[in-house]
Structures are given as C-alpha cells and as structure tokens.
C-alpha cells in the first residue's frame, strides 16, 4: 500500500484565532504538525491549506501545500479535495488525514496507523486509547469509541462512537484519537454521502460511514496526542517542544 499524508488546516477557530501559524519554538505550528509527519517516513506529506497564509509558511520551511476551497465543510473533505489535485493518477491507495492541531504527536502514531490499515479489511482505520484519567469517562469533549475486541488484540472492529459514557458496566473505555486512515475509495464515498441523522446528533463526523455501512477499524496505541485548542494548550505545547 502506498500512503499519502494529508493534514487539512483552516485559519478559522473560535477558541484559538490564527491558530495554525501559532508560534511555537520559533515556528508555526503546522509547520511542526508537518514536521512530526515527516518524521513518521511513511510517504509523501501534503498540507491542504484553506488559506494562502498556511500554503506560504509551510513552502518556507520546505514543505509541500496545496490550497483547498475554503468553504469545504469538514477535513474529510479538503482531504480529498487536496489528494484529486496532487494524486489525479490514483498512485496512493493509502491516505492519512492527520489533523493540524497535533504539535507534539508522537509519529510513532502516524504508522501504527498505516500499519492498521495495510493489515486490515477496513475501510477506514483510526486509534483509540484505554482511559486511564477518571475525569474522561464523563467528559463529552472525549469521544469515546465502542469496540468489538477479543482479550489481547491490538486492533478492533469500531460499532459506535459518542460523547456520553458508554458502554455501561464494569471494564475499560476507550478515548478515540481523531485521525484516520483511508483506503481511497473508501474516501471518495464519505464525501459523497450526506450527513447523517446521528452524525448531526453526536457532532461526530466518523458516524456518517458507520451508518452507511462502511467498516471502521480501532487499533489499540498507548498514548493520546495533546491536541491545541486554546491558550493553555498552545502554552504547554510550547513547553513541551522547547525543552
């Protein structure tokens, strides 16, 4: 399977204006979003940037962007958007959509799930982690993932997500990590269909090719990625990569 990585970024954020040119160590942070891509050495590693300002700061630090219509309704969708413009021949079956806002990601990550998805019948492939912090379990900013798994497997069968508590009884739950692996075709069918009832109910945007059918799969990583979203996130991402 040959992979391409795409990480869709917008300037729009409510909480956080500007944020993919946030300076973090010096540089801004898509530029270390790409950089920790590169550093997982499974591809090519493509920005599809919904402005001209993100295109030009990832080209100066040697990075490859392409710019998207800024009125694409999700980063599913600039995705595909930006993989028709650089990939029109169809030479990667493989497509990484790695969000914009991951400056610290481990790119051990970004190959467990290339690994995933080169190892499985799925359409779709994504990472979760058992959770460990007791406040999670109720917090519905934490996607929980339901999983199909026998004891000991590294890889599961995805039947549901949602933002309650679930499932109900004695055992772990599972924290979902928001990126994904897509075989292509798979990719060009979830940004046909529309979206769904229980995707508009959850706000979660992987719902939509669960009702449609489409096989998700769940390999079981160690570690959740520290996602900027505000001030304070940005402020510990700044610690973390100038020690």
């Known amino acids: 399977m040959r992979f391409i990585v795409v990480i869709p970024v917008r300037m729009a954020s409510t909480r956080l204006p500007g944020k993919p040119l946030a300076d973090i160590a010096g540089e ?43 009125d694409l309704p999700s980063g599913s969708d600039r995705v595909y958007d930006a993989v028709q413009k650089v990939d029109p021949e169809g030479q990667y079956d493989g497509i990484i959509n790695l ?18 998805l080169a190892g499985s019948q799925a359409d779709i492939v994504t990472l979760a982690a058992e959770i460990t912090d007791p406040s999670e379990r109720s917090d519905p900013n934490v996607v929980k993932a339901i999983i199909a798994r026998q004891s000991g497997d590294r890889v599961g069968r995805a039947l549901y997500f949602t933002r309650t508590t679930a499932p109900y009884g004695d055992g772990p739950l599972y924290h979902h990590i928001g990126i994904y692996g897509f075989r292509r075709a798979a990719l060009e069918r979830f940004v046909e269909l529309p979206p769904s009832p229980l995707e508009k109910r959850e706000r979660l945007e992987q719902l939509r090719a669960l009702e449609a059918g489409m096989r ?17 996130d940005l402020e510990r991402a700044r610690r973390a990569l100038t020690r």
Not at 216 to 232: E, L
Request: proline share 8%; aromatic share 2%.
């Open 28 to 70: 801004p942070m898509i530029v270390h979003v790409w950089r920790r891509a590169k550093e997982a050495d499974i591809g090519r590693v493509v920005v599809a940037a919904a402005a001209d300002e993100i295109a030009a700061a990832v080209l100066a630090a040697g990075g490859e962007a392409v710019l998207t219509e800024p």
């Open 99 to 116: 969000q914009g806002d991951l400056p610290t990601l481990e790119p051990g990550l970004i190959r467990d799930l290339a690994a995933g």
């Open 216 to 232: 998700i799969d769940v390999a079981f990583v160690d570690t959740v990625p520290a996602g900027v979203d505000t001030p304070a």
